[in-house]
């Protein structure tokens, strides 16, 4: 059995973290296209969304992410204008938006469903806004036209919504939004319809046209790894609040809370007591066990909590190390998924999620663990995390 | 055989035809053929038809019409270029249905609007009681309709308790509209509350999000997507307006004729069949001409959503 023990070079570049992982707010107006300020919204006894603050800067790809029925659509719905805050107000570019109907704000939706007009054709659908704006048919054309171009749709203007296949019909309503130039783009699951293939390209069009027009886009998703990997910010939500705003590496490396570490990707939760807290670390305790990790906000000495640990971010090694975090496991099961080996083992009564890379190409089994061995784990302090419960 | 049903799309739609066709043939084909032969008949000594075979039915209808251009302001604006007895008779007939269609579709439409949004267990009471006059025969409904609008009803029992002028309703043309709008209002409710309950309203939000206020998003967007609904609605209503006989002699108390009156009259008081029959075909053909102009205006609309 060959052992690969991943070098223990510093992963992340840590300088790349910015500061700002708090709540944005307060600042300066014109620094935000959409800003909530302690907006509240319920629905009879339901609290949709529960006093929640954020700022969405000019020309951001923000994502707003999280289960179904964590507010993040109620949200995106109250900046669309089609529902009102039960308190709180909203600002579009600075302004109070108050009662201000939809058709008077300077936003554009792609619905999840994307509510193109089926008695109209693709052109009469993208050009319906410039129309309501009163804009002059020549120009309508030329807009309508460029815009279908940007999509890359412009054989299908003739073409009625039905007679389109999903991925188009979403082309679609982006051009029917874009073309009115919003001050912000609000898109509710553009992506949720299609299926996984067309939805990666999508991803990275989406993306690229965001960059393209330069237009503020607030993106709703309960896909974790679409939110990562397109947006420049992330705000996660659960029951109606904002757990944690960041850019995908902050929420991902430096989650703060339990629920945002197990949201996003997959981890490995230890539960147990603080024992010492020594600057930027802190040792818990667990079933006679001690971990030492990075520590998170709020941490008390003898409180409960739990240590995160990502499975990519531990190793098994053969042999004991002498290092912090180095505990004998029981192999349970080994799964090869082509591009990692996911080994899970026993540490005591706990299952334990391992991710080894396939950094190397090899037809021996032996190569890998095999369920029932003796082996042990290993994370750097540096790469778990000790949340407050 | 139910096999060879299964098996053979032809044969399964004869089948599946068979009972209708031939139910239509016998009561509904046949009955329309011979009431064609008696139009070209005469009539006997006992006044039933007879040959020798004419075109003086159709002749009578048309013979007296003539090139007579007046604009009239009473009761409001009418521009009319020709004249004859029958004309006018068609010519109001369709008027008066057109408006009570028109009438029947602004009453009609909110309510179904409002039906449609309902919580889905109310929806199926307020359907029961849209049908619920159904239930008492329309003739006793009538009767019911002109006790309301009597002189000495309860309309002008109040109004005369506000110490108003009462007025006089019954056996007036408004009478007859108002007979035909009660009487007509559940076949546009139906058909258009079938289409609303259908209706997708994020194309309402989608309309407001694209700067469609309130009226551009009713008129550009939902009357398009329920067109289907109006258009039933309104063809179930029109047809039968035309045609009325009940509503017009008992709200209209013989004062206000329409063209199913004078058919009605044709075969009964007068004894005329053949007339009754040229008549009849006549206002057939003008109702089968109107309502495929009008299905053709509105197919825009409708054939995105069929």
Request: charged share 20%; proline share 5%.
């Amino acid at each position: 059995m060959v052992l690969r023990i991943k070098s223990f070079a510093q992963g992340q570049p840590l300088s790349a973290l910015s500061a700002d992982t708090s709540i944005c707010g307060g600042r300066g107006l014109s620094e935000f296209a959409v800003e909530l300020r302690d907006v509240t919204k319920v629905f009879g006894e339901v609290v949709a969304v529960d006093h929640v603050s954020m700022g969405i800067r000019q020309g951001e790809f923000f994502a707003m992410l999280g289960p179904s029925g964590c507010g993040k659509t109620t949200s995106l719905r109250m900046i669309a204008g089609f529902e009102r805050p039960t308190s709180g107000e909203v600002y579009i570019d600075g302004k109070p938006m108050g009662s201000t109907p939809p058709f008077r704000r300077d936003v554009n939706t792609v619905f999840q469903s994307y509510a193109l007009f089926p008695h109209m054709t693709v052109e009469q659908n993208v050009g319906f806004g410039l129309e309501m704006k009163g804009v002059p048919r020549a120009e309508i054309n030329r807009r309508v036209k460029e815009a279908l171009e940007l999509v890359r749709l412009p054989q299908m203007a003739k073409r009625y919504p039905r007679q389109m296949s999903g991925g188009q019909q979403q082309r679609v309503a982006l051009a029917r939004a874009l073309v009115n130039r919003p001050k912000v783009l609000l898109l509710d699951e553009p992506l949720g319809a299609l299926d996984a293939k067309l939805r990666k390209e999508m991803q990275i069009e989406l993306k690229a046209l965001q960059r393209e027009v330069g237009i503020t886009f607030v993106f709703v998703t309960h896909d974790q790894e679409e939110a990562l990997s397109m947006s420049d910010r992330i705000a996660v939500f659960s029951k109606g609040k904002v757990l944690q705003i960041g850019t995908p590496l902050e929420i991902y490396e430096r989650p703060n809370c339990r629920f945002v570490a197990d949201f996003i990707g997959e981890t490995n939760f230890i539960e147990g007591k603080v024992k010492q807290i020594d600057g930027e670390f802190a040792v818990l305790e667990s079933d006679g066990r001690c971990f030492v990790g990075r520590a998170g906000e709020g941490l008390r000495v003898g409180a409960q909590a739990s240590l995160s640990v990502r499975p990519e971010k531990a190793q098994l090694v053969e042999q004991p190390m002498n290092s912090a975090n180095c505990y004998e496991v029981r192999v349970h099961s080994v799964a090869y998924v082509g591009s990692d080996t996911r080994v899970i083992v026993m540490l005591g009564d706990q299952h334990f999620d391992i991710w080894e890379q396939n950094s190397l190409s090899t037809l021996d089994p032996n190569y890998f663990f095999g369920p029932g061995e003796r082996a042990w784990l290993v994370f750097r302090p540096e790469n778990a995390l000790i949340l407050a419960e | 055989m139910i096999q060879a049903l299964r098996e053979h799309p032809a044969l399964r739609l004869v089948a599946l035809m068979t009972p209708g066709a031939f139910w239509l043939a016998v009561f509904f084909l046949i009955p329309l053929g011979i009431m064609g032969v008696i139009s070209f008949m005469s009539r006997d000594a006992q006044g039933f038809p007879a040959p020798p075979y004419t075109l003086s039915n159709y002749q009578n209808i048309i013979r007296d019409i003539r090139f007579a251009p007046s604009l009239s302001l009473e009761g409001g604006l009418s521009i009319r270029l020709f004249e004859g007895l029958y004309l006018d008779l068609f010519w109001r007939s369709i008027w008066i249905s057109l408006v009570s269609t028109l009438i029947t579709l602004v009453i009609a439409f909110p309510v179904a609007l409002f039906m449609a949004q309902l919580p889905r267990r109310y929806r199926n009471l307020a359907l029961f009681a849209v049908m619920i006059p159904f239930w008492t025969n329309f003739l006793v409904r009538t009767y019911a309709l002109q006790f309301m609008l009597r002189g000495n009803g309860p309309i002008n029992t109040l109004l005369r308790s506000l110490n108003l002028e009462p007025i006089e309703l019954l056996f007036t043309p408004t009478a007859v509209l108002i007979g035909l709008v009660y009487g007509n209002l559940p076949f546009m409710i139906l058909p258009l509350y079938t289409s609303l309950e259908k209706f997708d309203w994020t194309m309402i939000e989608a309309a407001h999000d694209l700067g469609a206020n309130t009226w551009s998003a009713f008129t550009r967007v939902m009357l398009p997507l329920v067109s289907p609904g109006l258009v039933a609605g309104s063809i179930l209503t029109f047809v039968p307006s035309i045609g009325s006989y009940i509503t017009v002699d008992l709200m209209g108390g013989g004062r206000t004729n329409l063209i199913g009156y004078s058919i009605a009259q044709q075969f009964s008081a007068s004894v005329n069949w053949p007339f009754g029959s040229a008549l009849s075909l006549v206002m057939m053909i003008i109702v089968t001409i109107a309502a495929v102009i009008y299905f053709r205006s509105s197919r825009g609309g409708s054939r995105a959503v069929i």
